[in-house]
């Protein structure tokens, strides 16, 4: 199930769009502003961001700024009253991918996030398949013709993450960021602990591989397009 952060100072309004977003089977996590929002990311994945502009403490505009510094890449909708062109320019040159203006239609607003979910290149099903090979997001499983196991959840989300973008290279502090929080106390070693036990999981697997990119970080290849 996809779980979907709306930052929104307005009550009224975040109970509104969790309630429609519930309702169509997503999960919802509640954030009054920017700062309360920082501190979600660090407890949990999310796979979407919905996010006001004006908004005390840390408004919508620092709160993107900082996420998109950080090379936090969820997809981020923006929904505001603001609807001049210069908001609306600020909005994607900090790093929103979609930008709508209240009074919305929620029906759209559930319409938009299924296709940047989409345009993310994660099925609304959340299973990858590359070749023979089957990872479920809500089971943190892997399946092959061999055998099907459950992965831990850091390693599970870092294969999907990679799997997702075949050939995209990510560096330590991308994943760092984005699986176990901008905040997390742990060091870059502990995605390099991940990726070799990744690859330990991969040894027989014909269908990818995770490479290391010396200087800059990781990316999942295809075995065929190694080899040619």
Known sequence: ???ILVVEDDNELRHLFCTVLEKKGYTCVPAHNGKEALDRLDEEYIDLIISDLMMPVMDGYDFIQTLRDASYQQPI???T??????DM????????????VKPINVN???LRVHALLKRAQISHERRLTAGETVLDYDS?????????????????????????????????????????GMNTESDMRTVDVHIGRLRERLKENNDFEIITVRGLGYKAVKKSEKTT
């Open 108 to 110: 759209e607003m559930v």
């Open 81 to 86: 009253a603001k609807d001049s062109y210069d």
């Open 77 to 79: 909708l923006i929904i």
């Open 140 to 180: 943190l499983t892997m399946t092959t013709k061999r055998k099907e196991e459950t992965l831990p959840q850091k390693e599970f989300l870092l294969l999907f993450k990679l799997v997702s973008y075949p050939n995209h290279i990510f560096t330590r502090h991308q994943l760092m960021d984005e699986i176990w």
């Open 1 to 3: 199930m996809f779980r």
């Open 89 to 100: 320019e600020k909005g994607f040159r900090v790093g929103t991918d979609d930008y709508m």
